[in-house]
């Protein structure tokens, strides 16, 4: 909305003083303040600009989004502009060919989970144990592919149309499994564009963490190409170790960007506190669902199983499109 320059007073080392911020107006919609602290003249070993520090503070909430009032409904299997499979699953979002959304529990473990260096965090908690973990169990990883995460199939349990939309029941396991998931998938218009309200509840005798829970959309190969727009956390990926060098805001990066490039291909890009998203043609928008908060989004070409257990990024096959790997089993 606005932005500029203000003039530190002059302070002696470990003296505090006071700067006044200008008349802010009052917010209607989610407002954020930033207080960036750079050099103004550049130091002998740097840039003028460079910032040294940075804080926020929100300033008013996001209003909640009511869904808008449509008078369209289902045309044999399009809702609106959506194209729906028998299965319930979406196959098309106007000019757009995608797939999904399947449930996601799993993630490429990163070197930590493979106990690279320190303890499972799965027995102990990193906080006490000075970041170390449980060095007497296996690695997070280990149990995680002993319980299947990386490998679950997903069954329809049923598929009801509504007036104004379609509720998909999903449930996911791996084979020779006693535990699992089941998902809700919502559907309904929401003006000209869909709203979809995804829960996910365990079931059976789960005693792992999972490292992910979310929902994974496959997308055509040309988005790939496209540049992402997003307003939430950023501009680099955050987890929750590096969470306190993220900040709320309005970002662009080229989808291959998103990702770090690590020594070893492992889980990468994550950015939590997704507000809105513009890819290409696609306008998403997040908001909070009861206490579980806003979600996170990550865009790859490569699935998260398609990452594991590759050691070098040469060895990845080549991916032009962004989709989900796994199909439903059964009816």
Do not use: K
């Not at 906080?127 to 973990?133: C, E, K, Q, S, V």
């Not at 790939?224 to 170790?241: K, L, N, Q, V």
């Amino acid at each position: 909305m606005a932005s500029g320059a203000l003039d530190l007073p002059t302070l002696a080392p470990g003296a505090e003083g006071i700067v006044d911020l200008p008349e802010v107006a009052d917010a209607t919609t989610e407002r954020w303040m930033t207080l960036e602290v750079a050099w103004r003249e550049a130091p002998a070993w740097g840039a003028a600009g460079h910032v040294v520090s940075r804080a926020q503070a929100q300033l008013a909430a996001a209003p909640p989004r009511p869904v808008r009032a449509t008078t369209s409904g289902w045309r044999g299997n399009a809702l609106g502009d959506a194209v729906f499979d028998r299965r319930g699953g979406l196959v098309r979002w106007r000019d757009l060919e995608v797939s999904g959304p399947l449930p996601e529990l799993w993630r490429a473990p990163t070197e930590n989970d493979q106990l690279d260096g320190q303890g499972s965090y799965e027995t102990a908690d990193p906080a006490l144990t000075d970041g170390r973990g449980d060095e007497s169990t296996p690695a997070s990883s280990v149990r995680w592919f002993e319980r299947g995460l990386d490998r679950l199939q997903h069954r329809v349990l049923s598929v009801e149309r509504t007036e104004q939309g379609l509720v998909q029941r999903v449930r996911s396991m791996a084979a020779h499994s006693a535990q699992g998931i089941e998902t809700t998938f919502a559907w309904r218009l929401d003006g000209d564009g869909l709203r979809l309200h995804t829960d996910i509840r365990p079931f059976g005798p789960w005693d792992c963490t999972w490292p992910r829970v979310g929902a994974r959309i496959g997308l055509p190969g040309a988005l790939a190409e496209e540049h992402a727009r997003w307003f939430g956390t950023g501009p680099a990926e955050s987890y929750s170790d590096s969470a306190e060098a993220a900040y709320v805001g309005r970002f662009e990066a080229a989808v291959d960007e998103l990702g770090v490039a690590y020594g070893r291909p492992q889980e990468t890009g994550h950015r939590p506190g997704l507000r809105a998203l513009d890819l290409g043609p696609l306008h998403l928008r997040a908001v909070a669902s009861g206490s579980t908060g806003l979600p996170g989004f990550q865009l790859d070409r490569h699935t998260a199983q398609e990452r594991t257990g590759v050691a070098h990024a040469h060895e990845l096959e080549p991916a032009m499109r962004l989709r989900p790997r796994g199909e439903y089993v059964g009816r």
